[in-house]
């Protein structure tokens, strides 16, 4: 087991320019989470997955927000045409099938600055 | 709409004395499930205790333990004997029916020796 690793871990890009997260949860865990945190504020639900699924969207995640979790192991959280409002740190989290509500395992997130 | 709020922005404590974080929701289930997260500098969060609602016994995790009073919809934090190691931010979170996560705003913990 080890743990939930994100890359990259920083991350500066220029307004309007692309960006591509990634996300590789602990390896027995279905389900797979994105959420989002600004400066001052706890984390904001994003996506879900189970497996290869994708099963809720938050309605902060716009049409230039896309997930994909290919073949239900890592997962991809890309961000087309950056916004200066998109900068945030970027959490991944995974929980393994079973009862809900149990616990998640986060990563250490990456970090996104757009100038 | 479920929320979370935690009122105290910042709170601070001398090494081996007790400090309670505070934190209230608002829900209209009757069946739900809350959290205690911590985020220390490396940015992991990491779950410190959980509480399921329809328990009336307060949960216990070593030195942290919570104070749960549901029919004020109040959760807090209480850590004993603090330590350096736990200085962070706690969050308080809920969640029902889903593993998806409420956060609050959360509480900057400072420890000193």
């Known amino acids: 087991d080890t743990g939930v690793s994100q890359d990259p871990r920083h991350k500066i890009t220029k307004r309007g320019q692309n960006v591509t997260f990634r996300c590789d949860p602990i390896?027995?865990?279905?389900?797979l989470y994105w959420y989002r945190q600004t400066l001052g504020q706890g984390p904001e639900f994003l996506t879900y997955f189970q497996n290869e699924a994708q099963l809720e969207k938050s309605r902060l995640l716009s049409d230039r927000f896309s997930a994909e979790r290919p073949k239900g192991s890592f997962s991809t959280l890309e961000i087309q045409r950056t916004e200066q409002g998109d900068s945030a740190m970027y959490l991944c989290a995974s929980s393994p099938d079973g009862r809900l509500n149990e616990k998640l395992f986060f990563g250490s997130g990456t970090q996104l600055s757009v100038l | 709409a479920q929320t979370v709020t935690q009122s105290q922005p910042e709170m601070s404590v001398q090494e081996a004395e007790t400090v309670t974080l505070s934190c209230t929701y608002d829900?209209?289930?009757?069946?739900?499930?809350l959290f205690w997260y911590k985020q220390p500098p490396s940015r992991q969060m990491i779950l410190v205790i959980r509480?399921?609602?329809?328990?009336?016994q307060n949960a216990t995790e070593n030195r942290f333990s919570v104070n749960f009073q549901k029919a004020a919809k109040s959760f807090s934090l209480k850590i004993s004997d603090s330590q350096l190691g736990d200085a962070a931010m706690y969050f308080c979170?809920?969640?029902?029916?889903?593993?998806?996560?409420?956060f609050g705003t959360g509480t900057r913990l400072q420890v000193f020796p």
């Open positions: 979170a809920y969640n029902w029916l889903t593993d998806k996560l409420i």
């Open positions: 829900t209209s289930e009757s069946d739900y499930y």
């Open positions: 509480q399921e609602a329809y328990k009336q």
């Open positions: 390896s027995e865990h279905n389900r």
